[in-house]
């Protein structure tokens, strides 16, 4: 009796996981775990912390991977409407933190709404692409960047650049995978680049330097060029196999910026060298391809453009903090993910995952 029971829960505890999607996500976290602990060594419980972030992040994974799709539909609008006021009570009323309004106060604590809209974008636009699938027209792609640029705006605005990409990224990636046509995304390209001196101009200063840093770092070794110096030395030092965990010199000496957040693969690259950089990116890859696997095999319109959409979000993610750790993009804030320290953040990414394992366990339930 005692052990049908344990079956039953058991099986109740792991329906509708994924088990590659998990076993991938539970080894890039067992890398970040160990990372982070390095990195706050000398205030370590910001590892506890983390552990503490993976479950509540494991919980709301688990929970939206029970949740069908069609019942993720409903949450789209009213997710996305909430995200967008809180984005405007944040220009009216928010906390500003080091030079950023970013913060919204609630009295006993304080929320960054631009997360949200890191899931309720992609669920909106893959919400308005499924209710008019068969008519689209380019007046519906039109809409669907307008629904993008006003949290894009919003959020650019606070200023939080590395949010604000990671969010008009996710809801490009719905656009385009709805059947954007080819000569949109070429013009949208050349748009982009006549408006450049435009955008040029409309950058704070601080976003000007770090692009013309990210050209000669070492005409400002101590101020902007500061991060992309130590950080490329780090993962330089590292060498093929390392120096070792917990004997990194960059790390423990303390050169290297915000090493437990955003500069988080300096760190892992100076103990873990070239071989375990190479593990990393497979783990990454890894994890998109089997993302891609369960939206190619989606049932409806809506589910394959929405996990297509937080899957290539992953590649995003990765490609832009390895990008500027590494010094090859412009330091924008963004962390690498299941690796960076963060709560908000990381549970972000452990909801994109639940909708992904929603979507494939009930590939064969969703109705149109």
Request: a positive charge; zero cysteines.
């Amino acid at each position: 009796m005692f052990k049908h029971l344990l079956e039953r829960f058991w099986a109740r505890l792991t329906g509708n996981i994924d088990g590659p999607l998990l076993a991938i996500a539970l080894a890039l976290m067992a890398f970040g775990v160990a990372t982070v602990f390095s990195a706050t060594y000398d205030a370590n419980n910001r590892a506890y912390s983390q552990l503490l972030n993976m479950l509540v992040g494991l919980a709301a994974m688990w929970a939206i991977a029970q949740t069908p799709p069609q019942k993720l539909m409903r949450f789209a609008v009213p997710l996305y409407v909430l995200g967008v006021v809180l984005l405007v009570l944040v220009f009216l009323v928010g906390v500003k933190v080091n030079g950023a309004k970013r913060w919204l106060p609630l009295g006993f604590t304080r929320i960054q709404p631009a997360e949200i809209l890191k899931i309720a974008m992609p669920l909106m636009l893959a919400w308005y692409f499924h209710r008019y699938e068969s008519a689209l027209k380019f007046r519906h792609f039109a809409i669907a960047g307008i629904l993008l640029l006003v949290p894009f705006g919003l959020i650019a605005k606070q200023p939080d650049l590395g949010t604000a990409i990671l969010v008009g990224a996710s809801g490009f990636y719905v656009i385009f995978l709805a059947g954007l046509p080819w000569k949109a995304v070429i013009g949208l390209i050349l748009a982009g680049a006549s408006a450049a001196p435009f955008v040029w101009t409309m950058l704070h200063g601080y976003q000007r330097k770090r692009l013309l840093t990210l050209i000669d770092p070492t005409t400002d070794p101590l101020g902007a060029g500061y991060h992309i110096i130590q950080s490329t030395i780090a993962i330089g030092s590292g060498g093929s196999f390392g120096k070792g965990w917990l004997q990194g010199t960059q790390t423990h000496l303390e050169f290297i910026p915000e090493r437990h957040t955003d500069f988080i693969f300096a760190v892992f690259s100076e103990e873990r060298g070239l071989l375990g950089n190479a593990i990393l990116v497979g783990l990454y890859l890894l994890l998109i391809a089997r993302g891609l696997m369960i939206s190619a095999n989606a049932s409806t319109l809506f589910a394959r453009v929405l996990g297509g959409a937080i899957t290539l979000s992953f590649f995003t993610y990765v490609f832009v903090n390895m990008g500027m750790v590494s010094g090859v993009l412009p330091v924008v804030g963004v962390p690498l993910p299941f690796m960076s320290y963060g709560g908000t953040a990381l549970v972000t990414l452990f909801l994109g995952l639940g909708i992904l394992m929603s979507i494939h366990s009930h590939r064969m339930l969703v109705k149109k």
